[in-house]
């Protein structure tokens, strides 16, 4: 039996209510199938969306004005979502730019959503792509030992190594996430090490900073054009 702690549990109820309409939209993940494509698996929360941007989405609510009992999904798109930071989203761009990678929606904002729609927020807040896929909202129990600490970092990273299994033509990729999911590390001063940690990870420490992080996007391009 494989023990998945209750933050992890949440995000896969919310998920499963949006099952249906994610399957609808199945079509619209026409990820570009080309050889060497270059892939950058992007959070949102630390990383563009910035410390100082959460919570906005709840202006834009209270401007559509959304109802208590009102399910999100049926809100505008922009009004499901906190605020991008600007300087981040120029950082990203450069990136984008520069490697010409593709982006790939690893955070969680995924289940409340479909690819399409995320990507017209993207336009809307000024990134230059739109991302091709999401990582599945699904994990396979066999491939990672669960401990509660580590529930949202181990889940995370499985999804993100269950998308590259299925997409042979990436040759350069790397995930940017404020979650800890390299091998290895330190937490709290103690070091770790996991099985199921990503080899080309960067970590977003300062969720004031994000990608804008002095450091962070030499880190990234190392991945990408390495």
């Known amino acids: 039996m494989i023990w998945i702690g209750s933050r992890t ?10 099952t249906t309409q994610l399957k609808k939209k199945q079509t619209e993940r026409n990820s570009p199938k080309r050889n060497n494509m270059k892939v950058i698996f992007l959070d949102h929360d630390g990383v563009i969306c910035l410390s100082g941007n959460w919570g906005s989405r709840l202006k ?51 289940v409340w959503c479909t690819v399409e729609e995320m990507g017209d927020y993207y336009e809307s807040k000024g990134i230059i792509k739109r991302p091709i896929d999401f990582t599945t909202n699904m994990i396979d129990g066999d491939k990672v030992t669960w401990f509660r600490n580590w529930d949202l970092e181990g889940t995370r990273s499985v999804q993100i190594q269950d998308w590259l299994a299925n997409h042979p033509e990436v040759t350069h990729w790397v995930a940017i996430d404020d979650l800890e999911m390299g091998k290895t590390g330190l937490r709290y001063s103690m070091e770790y090490e996991h099985e199921w940690g990503l080899d080309n990870f960067v970590l977003t420490p300062l969720n004031n900073e994000g990608i804008k992080q002095l450091g962070i996007k030499e880190k990234v ?6």
């Open 60 to 110: 834009k609510q209270q401007k559509a004005k959304k109802k208590l009992s009102q399910d999100v999904m049926t809100l505008p798109v922009d009004a499901r979502f906190d605020n991008f930071d600007k300087k981040a989203i120029k950082v990203l761009n450069e990136i984008l730019e520069q490697t010409g990678a593709e982006i790939v929606v690893s955070s969680d904002w995924k």
């Open 221 to 226: 391009l190392s991945f990408l054009e390495g």
């Open 9 to 18: 549990a949440r995000y896969l109820l919310i998920s499963n209510t949006n």
